[in-house]
């Protein structure tokens, strides 16, 4: 009896075993499983506990998530992508991850998620394929306080024959506004038109990096250089435009020029906080710095977008400078059935009620898609300006080019050469020069 139970239980071991042992070797996917591989631990839960069970229930597919270790993603990929059931949905951070990816990523031109994009040129593409959509996006551009610029154009001597924020689309426009309003400051109650161009060290980002984008963006269209190329030259085409604005900042501003050197992004957000400026260049990020100043003037619903503008020839179709180093892709290597069951998650998360409400309430993405209501977008006031330059008829959004820049020494050059022009030292063909010359040499020094 004791040799009998002695048998049953090695085969009952011996089953548990080769159980033991299947889990732990790679698994064929289930006939109706998308496995996705996501890049962001911090909100992995959400996607394991709440959206991959919702979804099943919906739609009988299973959500399988797999989360990289952070700072990991492209070796996790790497290595899973090789495997016999590997990632259908993967993430991408632009176009130099793309590069690594292209040989196994589908086209999404005629997928239901790509229809939903608002803004079709913000896909990273190859040729007239789509290979990655942006799924969460941030912008910057020149913030403005809209009780002030009511104020502004209800006067009866301006200058102008507009009479409202939303009928600046050009830099001559702006930069009529922005003078007279600089002559009536002391009837607008405040400082300058533009808060404080900070310069002080580490606070130079707003020009180095932002600003820098928009002449950038357009001489890469100029020369018909894809998005995230290796640029060996630069030949500032637009420098004249950058300082149009640079220029404007400067002789419109609550301090004058010589002081910049001091103030630093907390200095020119508190500025526009206290309503003591109606406008500063900044991104929807800056919504919490001008929010949690204390004694905050600036009504929530008076916090509204402009593009930047320069003078460059076509300006009045471009919106805000929009970008995202978060894309979305599908495996091009897997069965038709699962891009298909990929596609359906993706425009099941983006565009169905149950996957909004995850995506605003959980994920709290500010999303490209035109699948959101007014009702569900977030409350942040500048993340709803993004979403509705986004969505503007007739309007693209200006790429993050700044992504080409060879080095952050570049920037640094770059910024310090501002620095000089601002206070005198340098002119505009030393600053044009620094930039120019900087960057060949920093390219050199970094391919």
């Given amino acids: 009896m004791k040799k009998h139970l002695f048998i049953a239980f090695l085969i009952v071991m011996m089953a548990m075993g080769s159980v033991v042992f299947a889990a732990g070797a790679e698994e064929a996917a289930?006939?109706?499983?998308?496995?996705?591989?996501n890049f962001k631990p911090e909100i992995a839960d959400v996607y394991e506990s709440k959206i991959a069970p919702a979804f099943e229930e919906e739609t009988g597919i299973k959500l399988k998530v797999v989360t990289a270790a952070s700072g990991t993603y492209a070796q996790t990929l790497k290595s899973e992508i090789a495997k016999s059931n590997?990632?259908?949905?993967?993430?991408?951070?632009?176009?130099?991850?793309?590069?690594?990816?292209?040989?196994?990523?589908?086209?999404?031109?005629?997928?239901?998620?790509?229809?939903?994009?608002?803004?079709?040129?913000?896909?990273l593409t190859d040729g007239e394929k789509?290979?990655?959509?942006?799924?969460?996006?941030?912008?910057?551009?020149?913030?403005?306080?809209?009780?002030i610029m009511r104020k502004y154009f209800a006067l009866s001597g301006k200058a102008v024959s507009i009479s409202s924020a939303d009928e600046i689309n050009n830099f001559a426009t702006l930069k009529a506004v922005v003078e007279d309003m600089t002559k009536h400051k002391d009837a607008l109650g405040i400082k300058g038109v533009f808060a404080s161009t900070s310069l002080s060290a580490g606070n130079q980002w707003r020009w180095q990096t932002h600003l820098v984008n928009v002449p950038l963006h357009f001489e890469m269209v100029a020369r018909d250089i894809p998005a995230g190329s290796s640029v060996p030259e630069l030949e500032f085409t637009y420098s004249e435009n950058m300082k149009n604005i640079w220029d404007l900042y400067l002789n419109n501003s609550t301090t004058a020029p010589g002081l910049l050197g001091s103030k630093s992004v907390d200095d020119s957000m508190a500025e526009f906080a206290l309503g003591q400026a109606?406008?500063?260049?900044?991104?929807?990020?800056?919504?919490?710095?001008?929010?949690?100043?204390?004694?905050?003037?600036?009504?929530?619903?008076?916090?509204?977008?402009?593009?930047?503008?320069?003078?460059?020839?076509?300006?009045?179709?471009?919106?805000?400078?929009?970008?995202?180093?978060?894309?979305?892709?599908?495996?091009s290597n897997v069965s038709a059935e699962q891009q298909e069951m990929a596609d359906q998650f993706l425009a099941w998360l983006f565009a169905s009620e149950t996957g909004k409400q995850f995506v605003k309430n959980d994920l709290m993405f500010i999303t490209p898609f035109n699948s959101f209501k007014d009702s569900e977008l977030p409350t942040d006031p500048l993340a709803k300006e993004v979403i509705r330059w986004m969505n503007k008829p007739g309007v693209n959004s200006v790429p993050w080019a700044f992504s080409i820049i060879p080095s952050e020494e570049w920037k640094n050059k770059f910024g310090a050469a501002l620095a000089e022009y601002s206070v005198g030292r340098m002119n505009w063909n030393e600053v044009e020069k620094v930039a120019v010359d900087a960057w060949k040499t920093e390219y050199d020094l970094t391919n």
Avoid: H
């Fill in 278 to 331: 109606a406008m500063v260049q900044n991104g929807n990020w800056g919504a919490s710095q001008i929010l949690g100043v204390k004694g905050n003037k600036v009504a929530d619903s008076d916090i509204k977008f402009l593009p930047i503008y320069t003078g460059i020839e076509g300006e009045e179709n471009a919106g805000l400078n929009v970008g995202t180093e978060n894309y979305l892709c599908i495996n």
């Fill in 30 to 37: 289930p006939a109706k499983e998308v496995y996705f591989l």
């Fill in 86 to 123: 590997p990632p259908v949905i993967f993430q991408t951070n632009g176009p130099v991850g793309l590069k690594e990816s292209k040989s196994y990523t589908a086209d999404l031109r005629n997928t239901d998620f790509y229809s939903i994009l608002s803004d079709k040129s913000m896909a």
């Fill in 130 to 147: 789509v290979l990655a959509i942006p799924y969460a996006v941030e912008g910057y551009g020149i913030i403005y306080n809209d009780a």
